[in-house]
């Protein structure tokens, strides 16, 4: 007998409330039984006195078996003045909860609450606050890791604005005047590149006497290449014609117009007489600056090859005649695209550059070939060569070669490819512009999701500050209620140590 005092009772948790039922300790019909006292509870606590504990008791809580047992022990002294000399209280406060404690007391109502409330406690509500905690608690990882990507990405859209801004060569302060400052500085870097190709004599040369030599051509070799050899970055007008010219009439170089292009901001010219008719500026640059010789004439001239007939037309009809380019300018006056060099007109230009790359192929191709020609035919071959193929070298070939890659890397770069854009189009600038602008306006939406996702971040960390004490004051409460229930149950069973298994929060 002594040995069964001394074992502990064991009960687990989930199993505690059956184990009372089991036991005849409680009644199958206990939650009604708890819904009548529940009602008699909320209509008491409408009517308490000012007391401190009580307010501690009665706030957010919820009111079991043992707080009732303490209500009336504080109303024993609160109510004092409303006992009799048979010990009653004539105070309908201590009569309610009085009669709220025999009510639970009935059947051991109040344990199989206790023990509802336990296992909830355990199974539910401490559960839930800590995955609350821990989706706070992720959902913060996930903010921060976002923050870090919103940082890096603005300061990638950053170093790509400035990136590309090297690209143009600019600084990126203000991207539409410095590009249109660049356009400046492109006349002294065309004339410098005309300059630097007058080291290509002898590249010239070879390439000239090789081709006469193998094949017999008797047509002008790398034409454009060998006029600006010569005469370096001339205009137009002194390659087309072989003269200097008198005069220079360049084309005004239109400034980026505005965002928006109204009829306030478009120079319709004078349209009230002929001769104003040839300046009417409508706002739009042609890339190749072509002169269309296009004139309005008032009065019926007789028709030559060059006029438009338009049919019976009365007196006084205007007609448009049409003229070839360039015959409608003095002699010795270089105007339109003939003002311009020939390494900012496109048209020549380009044939330059692809005369460049010709004349690097062929060097190329003379590289590989005297590498190879250690055998005794091919010595034989150009035994007969001009003195100006046999006395080359491969160091001087190859000397060549990367003087004309220089030059070819000057003209096609990535910069001097957009200062012609800039200077054949001004809207260009307005495009770059945009395309930069809108690098940095991605880093400054970055920048403000960061801040956004910032502010997240300090919710969810507030809201695992508010979490955290109640999961604290959960588990205070749960270990009471455990302490109470095994209590309880010990003296039912002559004070043997009783164990509740699996209580945690």
């Not at 047992?69 to 009085?98: C, H, P």
């Not at 190879?372 to 100006?388: I, K, N, R, T, Y």
Request: aromatic share 6%; charged share 25%.
């Amino acid at each position: 007998m002594e040995n069964i005092q001394n074992l502990p009772i064991d009960i687990q948790i989930s199993k505690l409330l059956d184990w009372l039922v089991d036991r005849r300790h409680c009644s199958l019909k206990w939650q009604s039984a708890v819904m009548a006292i529940r009602e008699k509870i909320n209509a008491a606590i409408q009517d308490m006195p000012e007391n401190d504990e009580i307010k501690q008791l009665l706030s957010g809580s919820y009111i079991h078996y043992f707080h009732c047992l303490r209500i009336v022990e504080i109303l024993k002294g609160t109510e004092a003045s409303s006992k009799n000399i048979f010990g009653r209280y004539s105070s309908q406060r201590m009569k309610d909860w009085q009669e709220i404690v025999s009510l639970y007391e009935k059947d051991n109502v109040y344990l199989a609450e206790l023990a509802s409330l336990l296992s909830r406690n355990v199974s539910y509500e401490g559960p839930a606050l800590r995955k609350q905690v821990a989706k706070a608690q992720q959902l913060q990882q996930e903010l921060s890791r976002k923050e870090l990507e919103c940082q890096s990405g603005a300061a990638d859209m950053r170093e790509r604005y400035y990136a590309s801004c090297k690209q143009y060569g600019i600084m990126g302060d203000n991207v539409a005047r410095e590009l249109q400052a660049l356009v400046k500085d492109l006349p002294a870097v065309l004339e410098d590149t005309g300059r630097q190709a007058a080291c290509l004599e002898q590249a010239i040369q070879l390439y000239t006497a090789f081709t006469n030599f193998v094949s017999d051509w008797s047509e002008p070799v790398l034409p454009m290449l060998s006029f600006v050899q010569r005469k370096g970055n001339t205009t137009v007008y002194e390659w087309r014609t072989g003269s200097t010219p008198t005069v220079i009439d360049r084309p005004v170089v239109e400034e980026a117009p505005p965002d928006t292009v109204t009829e306030e901001t478009i120079d319709w010219g004078d349209l009230s007489s002929g001769a104003g008719a040839e300046e009417v500026n409508f706002g739009i640059t042609v890339e190749d600056s072509v002169d269309w010789g296009i004139a309005l004439e008032s009065g019926k001239e007789e028709g030559s090859a060059g006029d438009i007939d338009w049919g019976e037309s009365e007196p006084g009809a205007v007609e448009i005649k049409v003229v070839d380019a360039g015959t409608d300018c003095p002699a010795g006056v270089a105007r339109g695209e003939d003002a311009l060099s020939v390494l900012e007109y496109p048209k020549t230009r380009s044939q330059f550059i692809d005369e460049l790359m010709e004349l690097e192929l062929f060097l190329c191709q003379r590289l590989s070939e005297m590498s190879e020609e250690g055998d005794m035919v091919a010595m034989s071959q150009f035994q007969l060569a001009p003195s100006v193929i046999q006395a080359q070298t491969t160091q001087r070939v190859q000397a060549m070669l990367a003087d004309v890659r220089r030059l070819l890397e000057g003209l096609t770069s990535r910069r001097m490819q957009h200062l012609f854009m800039i200077q054949a189009s001004p809207r260009y600038v307005e495009r770059v512009s945009d395309m930069l602008r809108q690098k940095l306006k991605q880093a400054e939406i970055l920048v403000l999701k960061r801040a956004s996702l910032a502010e997240q971040r300090q919710e969810a960390l507030e809201e695992q500050a508010k979490l955290e004490p109640r999961i604290d004051l959960l588990a205070t409460r749960t270990k009471e209620l455990q302490k109470q229930i095994e209590a309880d149950i010990s003296k039912r069973y002559n004070n043997r140590h009783v164990n509740l298994m699996g209580v945690t929060v």
